[in-house]
């Protein structure tokens, strides 16, 4: 089984990621958590361009720079774990590309965009989506507390809010298309109620 978690930056995904983990952890079974771009030593130097404010990447480079980081994490570690039977948890993954490149980045049609990623994930697809849903406005409040501890903005965070706007919005419309696989929580619940919703639907789901 493979469940991933979607949401702008600063939504709390990564943090209902870990509650997850936490959570199946207690059960006997196998589990593998990963994060995108990232989770492989090739896919991690492709983080490392894709984050470096330093750098500037062509939006259609850098949808293919997600998706090559993507493509590897796939073979090397996704695949082989989901064939065994293991439960894989994705902190974003390749619905990331449809919001981020192609609905705030504008590279590409999104239904484009989607049918490349059944390439680039040889048809690896999660049985489970859930998008941590907040405005705007509340995700640049918690990473403004974050950057309070010393972190700076990433390459992709220093995009402006009207990007984050652009990202929600498809984000919400990928998930009113396919409501099966989706899971929408409202994320500016406290993180235990958070927590419990989605628990809810992923016992169901056990
Ligand atoms: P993301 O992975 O979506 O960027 P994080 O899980 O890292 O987000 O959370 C961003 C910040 O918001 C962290 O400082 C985290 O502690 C805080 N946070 C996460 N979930 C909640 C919540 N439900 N309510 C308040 N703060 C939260
Ligand atoms: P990260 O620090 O992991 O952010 P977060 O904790 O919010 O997941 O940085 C990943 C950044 O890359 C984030 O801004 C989202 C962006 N991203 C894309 O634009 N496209 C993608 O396909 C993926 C996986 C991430």
Same mark, same amino acid.
């Given at each position: ?15 209902? =990621?870990?509650?997850?983990?936490? %959570?199946?952890? %207690? ?9 995108e771009p990232g989770g492989t030593v090739?896919?991690? *130097? ?9 750098? &500037?990447? @062509?939006? @259609? ?8 980081? +993507? ?9 082989? @774990?989901? =064939? *065994? ?6 902190? +974003?993954? @390749? ?5 981020? /490149? ?5 590279? =590409?049609?999104?239904? !484009? ?11 690896? !697809?999660?049985?489970? &989506?859930?998008?941590?849903d907040v405005t705007v406005d509340v995700?640049? /409040? %918690?990473? =403004?507390? *974050?950057?309070?501890?010393? #972190? &700076? ?13 652009r990202v929600r919005s498809t984000y919400? +419309?990928?998930?009113? /298309?396919?409501?099966? +696989? ?6 500016? #619940? ?6 419990? /919703?989605? !628990? ?7």
């Amino acid at each position: 089984m493979i469940i991933s978690f979607e949401g702008i930056d600063g939504s709390g995904k990564s943090t209902q =990621a870990q509650r997850l983990m936490a %959570r199946l952890s %207690r059960l006997e079974k196998e589990i593998m958590y990963v994060r995108e771009p990232g989770g492989t030593v090739v896919s991690e *130097r492709i983080r490392d361009l894709l984050l470096d404010p330093g750098l &500037t990447i @062509f939006p @259609f480079a850098e949808m293919l720079l997600f998706s090559a980081a +993507r493509a590897q994490l796939v073979q090397e570690k996704i695949k082989p @774990f989901h =064939a *065994r039977g293991g439960i894989v948890v994705c902190d +974003r993954f @390749f619905d990331s590309t449809v919001a981020y /490149q192609g609905g705030g980045r504008a590279v =590409a049609d999104t239904d !484009w965009l989607e049918e490349f990623q059944r390439t680039v994930t040889a048809g690896v !697809w999660p049985d489970k &989506t859930v998008l941590v849903d907040v405005t705007v406005d509340v995700a640049s /409040q %918690r990473l =403004a507390s *974050r950057f309070g501890d010393h #972190q &700076t903005a990433d390459r992709m965070e220093q995009a402006g809010p009207e990007f984050f706007e652009r990202v929600r919005s498809t984000y919400l +419309r990928l998930a009113e /298309q396919d409501p099966t +696989r989706y899971l929408v929580v409202d994320g500016s #619940q406290s993180e235990d109620a958070v927590e419990a /919703q989605i !628990w809810d639907d992923f016992s169901t789901l056990l």
